[in-house]
């Protein structure tokens, strides 16, 4: 006789990166082997390699794990992590004031994402001249962040991951179409001014964010946080 199988609930969201809305179920004990397993390696790669497979299993349809952006990975993660071992969890936070370490509670459905406008990822470098920007897939990151390069050579590579295309009067040139050298002769060619209008796309990016907040068990000053970073919901 067969052993009896459980049914698993199914749920909905949507990707914040493209806005499609997608079914996904909460994790099993054999996706959570694999969270665990890179847990326990401490590699930051591992552990991202290891959430892109188990988004893989628990989405139907809508979400191409090998396309997706960072904060659409971390965003589909706390979704998924909240439905399959509680909506809270607890995170260890710094005080604003006195620095003491306290654990406060958050509340995984309650993970946000803004992404700018349209609008916001063109970038005019001249009167004629201006760039088109996109967000950085996750391979990429992985791939430059993995690199032997120097971290200001890892910075010109995501740059030039995040040029979609450059324009010129009417004129557009896919990135796409220019090889990795041509794109690092462009990036150089910039001035200092226009240098810093990219570094500042950078480190404006989208990242899923939860807002915190407590009053220090210390000094009882009250704090509010943007939470960020998979390191804090991992475990």
């Known amino acids: ?31 959570e082997k694999i969270l665990m397993l890179a847990l ?58 006195c620095e003491t370490k306290n654990d406060t509670k958050v509340n995984l459905d309650s993970v946000v994402v803004n ?20 967000y950085p897939s996750v391979n990429e990151m992985l791939e430059i962040q993995s690199s032997d390069e120097t971290e200001v050579n890892k ?23 220019q090889s990795a050298k041509e794109m690092k002769e462009f990036i150089e060619s910039l001035n200092s001014n226009q240098f810093n209008k990219l570094k500042d796309f950078i480190q404006d990016m989208p990242a899923a964010t939860i807002a915190v907040d407590f009053t220090c068990s210390s000094c009882n000053v009250h704090n509010q946080f943007d939470v960020k970073g998979l390191a804090n919901f991992f475990s």
């Open 115 to 134: 992404v700018p406008k349209e609008s916001a990822r063109k970038i005019k470098l001249t009167d004629a001249v201006g760039v088109i920007m996109k």
């Open 1 to 31: 006789m067969a052993l009896p199988k459980l049914d698993t609930p199914r749920y909905e969201m949507k990707v914040p990166s493209t806005g499609k809305k997608v079914v996904y179920r909460p994790y099993l004990v054999k996706e």
């Open 155 to 177: 910075l010109f590579d995501v740059i030039a991951a995040c040029i979609d295309s450059v324009y010129s009067g009417d004129e557009i040139f896919d990135s796409g179409s």
């Open 40 to 97: 326990e390696s401490s590699d930051e790669t591992q552990m991202i390699r290891a959430i892109k497979d188990v988004i893989s299993s628990c989405t139907e349809q809508g979400v191409d794990v090998e396309k997706m952006t960072m904060f659409d990975l971390e965003y589909i993660f706390m979704r998924l992590r909240g439905k399959s071992v509680g909506e809270t969890t607890d995170v260890s936070i710094k005080c604003k004031s």
